[in-house]
């Protein structure tokens, strides 16, 4: 008589096979790719959380999944000791020999559980964590290798959540009064929500002195002069919008990005990264790389972009057009409720593409197929970089920013990373 499978392990067995984990391959990339696709899920029914913050879930959950895989990997260093006020992590120190793989798949359900345990659609979280045991254990890692990875896994993620605890993210959202004065950024219609996490920018970096000397231009002075540079920018936006092409609209709705139905720009660059896990066939190891070494880039590049925004104060395009141009006018999508100066799109996108293109190197082609559930037709690009470039000319077309803040955003996102990538070791 044939032995029959409990109906809790068929169900796990058809959810192995749907989210395409490859047979006894513990070293492929795909546990990572899968989890990023959880993860994705969970930031599309999450409410209440600003845009700029999805960038501590994605940083600390990428340093999580590094550390665990790096388990007892004598080639790779880990960031512990690099990064500021992460002083130390646990050890792996089982006389049992460790697997990656059980390390990571606990220390993104931890992850995970830490930020959207409320989520509605938690149970996610518990279904992927048990399928890639059951896998694991299909491929023959023993017991005592599961449970002590495992554990290592959660240890490693236990750690990093309380450190990021202490980075300063609780003072982001104080209360906060715009400027006054004439060309200073005020509330933006049609909503006119109070501006979003104003003092982002005292969090504390990841990287000591990422944003060291990386503004290198000022935005033109604000004038009522047509033929000033300030208002030639502000017309630019203006023309634009008047003669946007179906192509130009669909890249502005494509990078669009906003928290509710998108994925936000981390989760959209997440995204990216695991497609490209998925296409170039990567190993955990170098997923894990490359996804680390993209977030932490990012994450220091939102703290720079907030230092100038507040800083700086720069009008949107929406109320200097309303105001000089056409009233009532507005933008193809809805203007973010913090100031112009840097482009953040711009900024953030080219911090990620600089973080990705460092561990996978240049010249990798992409195909972009993040919002294909929005009926949204792939992208190509020759190259990540590429990739980041239409994500920061996006905003003009969407008309919520001016090229030359989407020029110097995208050389402050570069000059970010490549200071934060520049001061770590990944490699002994």
Not at 84 to 110: D, H, I, R
Not at 126 to 137: K, V
Not at 265 to 286: E, P, R, T, Y
């Amino acid at each position: 008589m044939k032995k029959l499978i409990p109906q809790s392990m068929a169900l796990l067995m058809l959810f192995l096979i749907s989210i395409g984990v490859p047979a006894k391959d513990t070293s492929s990339g795909k546990l990572l790719s899968d989890w990023i696709g959880v993860h994705l899920k969970l930031v599309r029914t999450t409410q209440g959380v600003a845009h700029v913050a999805y960038s501590r879930h994605f940083s600390y959950t990428a340093i999580a999944c590094y550390e665990s895989e790096i388990i007892g990997d004598k080639k790779y260093r880990s960031l512990a000791g690099q990064l500021q006020g992460l002083n130390s992590l646990p050890l792996f120190t089982s006389p049992t020999q460790g697997e990656p793989a059980a390390s990571v798949n606990a220390a993104y359900a931890a992850m995970l559980r830490h930020f959207y345990g409320k989520n509605s659609n938690a149970y996610l979280i518990d279904s992927t964590e048990a399928a890639n045991i059951a896998w694991l254990q299909q491929c023959g890692v023993t017991k005592d290798a599961l449970s002590a990875s495992s554990e290592f896994g959660k240890s490693v993620a236990l750690a990093i959540i309380q450190w990021s605890e202490t980075d300063g993210s609780e003072k982001a959202d104080a209360p906060y009064s715009p400027p006054a004065g004439e060309g200073q950024w005020q509330l933006t219609p049609p909503s006119f929500s109070k501006a979003a996490m104003p003092y982002w920018e005292n969090m504390r970096s990841l990287v000591s002195g990422s944003g060291t000397n990386v503004f290198a231009k000022m935005p033109p002075q604000y004038s009522l002069d047509p033929n000033s540079d300030y208002q030639k920018m502000v017309k630019e936006v203006y023309d634009v919008s008047l003669h946007l092409s179906e192509e130009q609209k669909n890249i502005a709705l494509f990078w669009d990005d906003s928290p509710g139905e998108h994925l936000t720009v981390f989760g959209h660059w997440s995204s990216i990264v695991a497609q490209l896990i998925d296409a170039k066939k990567l190993s955990l190891l170098s997923g894990a790389e490359a996804y680390v070494k993209m977030h932490i880039a990012l994450q220091d590049a939102t703290m720079v972009a907030w230092h100038g925004k507040y800083l700086y104060n720069v009008l949107r395009p929406v109320s200097n057009i309303q105001k000089t141009m056409k009233a009532g006018w507005l933008p193809l999508i809805e203007t973010p409720p913090h100031p112009e100066f840097p482009a953040a799109h711009a900024t953030f996108s080219t911090a990620a593409a600089t973080g990705l293109t460092s561990a996978l190197g240049e010249g990798v082609a992409l195909t972009d197929n993040t919002y294909a559930y929005l009926g949204m037709p792939a992208r190509k690009f020759p190259s990540i970089k590429d990739a980041a470039k239409e994500a920061g000319r996006s905003r003009l077309y969407g008309g919520i920013h001016y090229s030359f803040s989407i020029n110097e955003g995208s050389a402050i996102g570069e000059r970010t990373a490549l200071n934060a990538l520049k001061k770590l070791k990944f490699k002994n």
